[in-house]
C-alpha cells in the first residue's frame, strides 16, 4: 500500500463544494443524515458540527495545494469520557492508508488534548473496509450488535470495536 501525508483540519465553510463532490459516492450517501444534493445542503452539514462533536476535513498536499478527501469525527462524547469515532474517504483517495492514518491521528487528538478514555465505532458486518480500517487503527472488536441497522427495508449485523486510552 502506498502511505501519504494526510493532515486533520477544521472543517471551513469553503469546503462546501468538496463536501458536495464527495456524497455523490454510492457508499457515502448514508454517511451524511440527510441527501447533500446542493451547495447549501453541503454547507449546512459543515455547519451541522458545531456543538455536535469534533469533524475534522482530512486533507492531503500535493503540486496544487490542499485537497479534501475525507471526514474523521468524534461525537456522542458523554460524561464518563467515552466517544463515537466514524470516517470516511471519498473512492478517488481509497487504498493509500489515509483513513488509517487520520484515524489515528484522530485518536491521539481525542486521547491526549480533547482527555477522552473511551473511544467506540461500529460497521456493518459487511463492510470489511471500515473493520480493516479500526482493527489497524487499534479498535478491538468486542462483539456483533444483530440487527441493529435498518437501510431500505433490510437488516444490518454490526461490529462494535473499542479502544482505550491505556491500550
Ligand atoms: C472504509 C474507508 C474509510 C476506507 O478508506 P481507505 O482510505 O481506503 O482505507 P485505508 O487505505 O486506510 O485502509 C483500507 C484497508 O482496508 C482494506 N480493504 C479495502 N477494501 C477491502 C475489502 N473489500 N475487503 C477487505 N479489506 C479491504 C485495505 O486492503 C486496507 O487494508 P491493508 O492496509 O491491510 O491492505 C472507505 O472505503 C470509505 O469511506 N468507505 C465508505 C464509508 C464507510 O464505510 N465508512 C465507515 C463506516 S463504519
Redesign the pocket.
Known amino acids: ?1 502506498i502511505s501519504v501525508n494526510v493532515r486533520l483540519r477544521e472543517w471551513r465553510d469553503s469546503d462546501a463544494p468538496a463536501v458536495l463532490d464527495a456524497f455523490q459516492a454510492p ?2 450517501r448514508r ?1 451524511a443524515a440527510w441527501p447533500i444534493i446542493t451547495l447549501k445542503d453541503a454547507r449546512g452539514w459543515i455547519a451541522s458540527w458545531e456543538g455536535a462533536g469534533h469533524a475534522f476535513a482530512v486533507v492531503i498536499d500535493g503540486a496544487g495545494g490542499e485537497r479534501v478527501v ?1 471526514n474523521v469525527a468524534v461525537t456522542k462524547i458523554d460524561t464518563h469520557d467515552t466517544g463515537w469515532v ?4 471519498v473512492p478517488e ?9 487520520a484515524t489515528e491521528k484522530l485518536v491521539r487528538w481525542a486521547f491526549d488534548e480533547r482527555g477522552l478514555y473511551r473511544l467506540e ?4 458486518t459487511n ?4 473493520c ?2 479500526a482493527t ?1 487503527a487499534g479498535f478491538r472488536p468486542e462483539g456483533i450488535e444483530r440487527g441493529k441497522l435498518r437501510h431500505d427495508g433490510v437488516r444490518y449485523d454490526v461490529e462494535r470495536h473499542a479502544r482505550l486510552a491505556t491500550d
Open positions: 500500500m457508499d457515502l454517511q475525507g466514524s470516517y470516511w474517504v483517495a481509497r487504498g493509500r492508508g489515509i483513513a488509517v492514518a465505532l461500529g460497521h456493518r463492510n470489511p473496509a471500515s480493516r480500517v489497524k
